[in-house]
């Protein structure tokens, strides 16, 4: 237990079952429920697209984040969940996250899995070396995977090898890595509810982020919306002053 833990007693998510020994836990930011929810919600928003007039709303996953900063536009996730939220949102669409909230795994995608001697898992073999230990099921019948292990049995390393020795795509798998670049999906999952008749017909347009600014009310900062560059795992620095509104 102690590999678990830091100094002072707490869960050190960076520990080596995560890192160098395994790949137990999800442990980038963005793979948090925080980043789930703050994703969705921000892309719940009619965004003003950079560098237009107000009324041009930004409508694909590049133009969304930048104009709203949940993200970043080269990651595969980011835009892809920002822009099936804002779509649903513009089609009155009221939307929130299926319950139980959490982020969960796809079947492993075993394609290109072979034995140390370059030679395919059969169907059964693989039912063997993959099993899925922690998993329930949404109403529809998809599974939502939370904890998957992957292991050659002892009785047959001495013919496949272990795990180790093994290969995805004819590269080694030599690091737990490996397993999650080549196989391993993230999902979350929402729900959606037909607004129309229900939501307004009007609609606020948020400027940019990037346009956001604070002010000094005699009492402190006040903000009308929140830093224009924000990471949930790291506190937010002092706002820099050339954003500041001269009273």
Not at 42 to 53: M, N, P, R
Not at 106 to 123: A, Q, R
Not at 204 to 218: H, S, T
């Amino acid at each position: 237990m102690d590999d678990l833990k830091n100094v002072d007693g707490s869960y050190n998510v960076y520990n080596k079952w995560n890192t160098t020994h395994g790949a137990m836990h999800l442990n980038c930011p963005p793979n948090s429920l925080f980043a789930e929810v703050y994703i969705a919600a921000e892309a719940s928003t009619y965004w003003q697209k950079v560098g237009l007039d107000p009324k041009q709303i930004a409508v694909n996953g590049k133009d969304l984040i930048e104009s709203s900063s949940y993200g970043l536009p080269t990651r595969a996730s980011d835009p892809t969940i920002g822009y099936v939220i804002n779509s649903l949102i513009q089609q009155k669409y009221i939307i929130s996250i299926s319950d139980p909230v959490g982020l969960y795994l796809e079947d492993l995608d075993t394609t290109g899995w072979t034995d140390k001697n370059g030679k395919p898992f059969t169907p059964e073999v693989l039912k063997t070396i993959v099993t899925y230990e922690r998993c329930g099921m949404f109403d529809d019948g998809t599974k939502m995977n939370s904890r998957i292990r992957v292991e050659i049995p002892e009785h047959l390393r001495e013919t496949l090898g272990t795990l180790g020795e093994c290969f995805i795509g004819g590269n080694k798998i030599d690091w737990a890595g490996r397993l999650i670049e080549s196989s391993v999906t993230v999902f979350l999952r929402g729900v959606a509810i037909d607004g129309k008749g229900v939501l307004s017909d009007k609609v606020a347009i948020v400027p940019p982020k990037a346009d956001w600014k604070v002010y000094r009310d005699g009492k402190g900062f006040q903000s009308v919306g929140p830093m224009p560059l924000f990471n949930p795992k790291v506190k937010a620095p002092g706002p820099p002053k050339d954003i500041f509104v001269k009273e």
